[in-house]
T-cell receptor, first 106, second 113 residues
């Protein structure tokens, strides 16, 4: 069983739709990362959060440390948002979630 | 722009050869970690260095080795290449030792023929 579970695994949306990706983990952590990887590309860090909510442009990330759950929201989705979104946390190594493949169609 | 650069971006090797991949981090980023990502798979942790010492290792054989230098650069060396070593190799750096913001390089794509 993966230590970090994401849902859904795959997601398709029409341009403009509101997107939510969920992440659940099983251990106590101090911070969680949301990462983005475009097809064939490297990984970009979107957020690191320890509590509450962070917003960057159309992206919003929330975390509930007590419930061991985080969500990534994309408002007004766009085809350029098509990518794999990964949540992860640090122990003595980076533990990656299973990833959510998002495709946004025009 | 993450401030982390990897080289080379692409390379092709043959089975049995050796390869060195390089990563240059931002000044002050004392922790660097390396990951292998096979096509269509998630990243797998190879190892991590903090202040030039290995302080964590994933499930990779000893022919995967690394170095970190005082100038915040690091290397991943793979000996006796196998076909399954074909992958995207990513490095990531953070400031300090504990959890911190991650800065990834664009990766080095290795093809082993």
């Amino acid at each position: 069983k993966n230590e970090v579970e994401q849902s859904p695994q795959n997601l398709t949306a029409q341009e403009g739709e509101f997107i939510t990706i969920n992440c659940s983990y099983s251990v106590g952590i101090s911070a969680l990362h949301w990462l983005q990887q475009h097809p064939g590309g490297g990984i970009v860090s979107l957020f690191m959060l320890s509590s509450g909510k962070k917003k960057h442009g159309r992206l919003i990330a929330t975390i509930n440390i007590q419930e061991k759950h985080s969500s990534l929201h994309i408002t007004a989705s766009h085809p350029r948002d098509s990518a794999v979104y990964i949540c992860s946390y640090n122990t003595d190594k980076l533990i990656f979630g299973t990833g959510t493949r998002l495709q946004v169609f025009p | 722009e993450t401030g982390v650069t990897q080289s080379p971006t692409h390379l092709i090797k043959t089975r049995g050869q050796q390869v060195t991949l390089r990563c240059s981090s931002q000044s002050g980023h004392n922790t660097v970690s390396w990951y292998q990502q096979a096509l269509g798979q998630g990243p797998q942790f190879i190892f991590q260095y903090y202040r030039e010492e290995e302080n964590g290792r994933g499930n990779f054989p000893p022919r995967f080795s690394g170095l970190q230098f005082p100038n915040y650069s690091s290397e991943l060396n793979v000996n006796a290449l196998e076909l399954d070593d074909s992958a995207l190799y990513l490095c990531a750096s953070t400031r300090g030792r504990g959890p911190g913001e991650l800065f990834f390089g664009e990766g080095s794509r290795l093809t082993v023929l």
